[in-house]
């Protein structure tokens, strides 16, 4: 089979599989000389010690990763379409052959090397989905220099953090951008965002309207400097583990942090994978939907595709642009036959109907493939049998870092850090949430120790996730300690609804004492309060009580010391209350303490009150 060319007697896809197993190294060695053009070749297939810290692959070797997705194919077949970048407006698409894309690719090298990019320079990248992005991409591999994709998405802030970061002197961008109808003033990000970047010293600004914008002494009109730029660019020869580009962490536990992908592995894997496990053929049009600031499109839109000589689709738009048909009007006119996607956008595909889907010729499907996050039972089932006619197999790509689950520390007055954990359960669950608390304290007992169990689990619909499924445990620490004025910069989540579904259904703590206690239901939607001197609704209206604040900013407190401290607005700065007295549903009543200068203290679902 042409799959398992480059290793001796290996005939099919089951014995090259067998084979990566029995003989990894011979087979990372065959695989990278068969797969890759190299300058100079490789004398050590691995160097690799994790106990150590020490990554090594390919050591000796040389090569440049431009060439490899350029070069050796425009040898080959230089009209072949490389890239059909389907723009935010349906049915416009432009393809690029691979003899145009290696000329803009020489074209830019050179004008960077002209403005002083050098080897081992980074250059940040802020664009949309296009072959200029692209073609930014690897004339930095062209000419040594690492790139640093920034989604377009992003705020200046986010950006600027980036940028100052890498360490970055050089950024490209584009006048505006344009996604699912509505323009983005991208230039405008990046002057906001360089003011705090004192080292940017030039900014590449590329036209993707016909709409100027203002420019400065440090602005460079790309596309017109191009144009005085000769189209042959030569390569640098880099080492296997010199950079190849920095791609930044969504910052889900705080700082983005930068990771390094370096030259010949990251190329290999890119492109092995992205031919075996979504059977990828030359000739077949490889759909990957993912925006390029996300490894998902560097890998299977960028490197992985251009590596093995395809075609492959830079998606522009959004699912639901300019209706929901628009991914499967796509698949009929570009006869795509791998798609490659992300659940929540198959999720919310499905909640417009089959007739969207169907609407629409998908016999080139072959291979459909779901990326991260983990795809429900639901979606995987509308995905394999509306969307893939029911033949065409699911590549589930999600890893286990976004599992569905998130555990942060919060302030204890008695151990220094609590556990707190955030829980998404199956629609189709069908258990007593304190059972559930119950049987993942026993867990965590049982596989960590005692010590570690949570003292509050709150059951959430979904998990604050950026675009490239990310945990923003960050966000969660700043919700569980109610500081929300300091959630900060939330232009990466994919959705910021989910924090505010989170803020309005706080923890339900659990334990012998304390079953389900709280809901965050606004005490002003009920007309009684409970007497806590009577243990009973004492059919009070709530009007005859003044709010005190909120039992889920000092639950913790009262879970666990015998006395909790409360603003009373009337007198001292603080009120002493004994430890909960009765608990009866979601109701709870405290009893005041001797002397107490609030005589009456309640909760009604998450809120205090005293008598006035």
Known sequence: MPEAAGFDG????????DFSVSNSESFWAAAARHRLSWMRPFHTVQDCDLSRGRIKWFEGGQLNVSVNCLDRHVHTCPERVALIWERDESGSEVKVTYRELLEMTCRLGNLLRRHGVKRGDTVTIYMPTCPLAVASMLACARIGAAHNVVFAGFSAEALAER???????????VNQGVRGGKVSELKETVDT???SCPAVQQVFVAMRTENPVAMTARDVAMEEEMLKEESVCEPAAMDSEDVLFLLYTSGSTGKPKGLVHTQAGYLLYAALTHRYVFSYHDGDVFGCVADIGWITGHSYSVYGPLANGGTTVLFESTPVYPDPGRYWEMVQRLKINQFYGAPTAIRLLLKYGDEWVHKYDRSTLKTLGSVGEPINTEAWEWYHRVVGGGRCPVVDTWWQTVAESAVIGYSHDLKGQGVYAFVVLKKAVAVQRADLCQQLSNMVSKKIAK????????????????????IMRRVLRKVVERDLDGLGDLSTLEDPVAVQEIIQDPAKPFGSSSPELLSNTSAQHHESVEDPQEGRLAGARVSHHQQIGSLADFQTQILHQQLVRLPNPDRNPHTKISVIEKVDGTHVSMKRQKGMAVPVIACVDGMLYSEL
Do not use: H, M, N
């Open 451 to 470: 010590y570690a169990c949570p003292d509050f689990i709150q059951f959430v619909q979904r998990l604050p996730k950026t675009r490239s499924g990310k």
């Open 163 to 173: 940028i100052r970061d890498a360490q970055s002197s050089t950024v490209i961008t």
């Open 193 to 195: 965002a360089v003011r």
């Open 10 to 17: 290996v005939s099919d896809r089951s014995a090259l599989q």
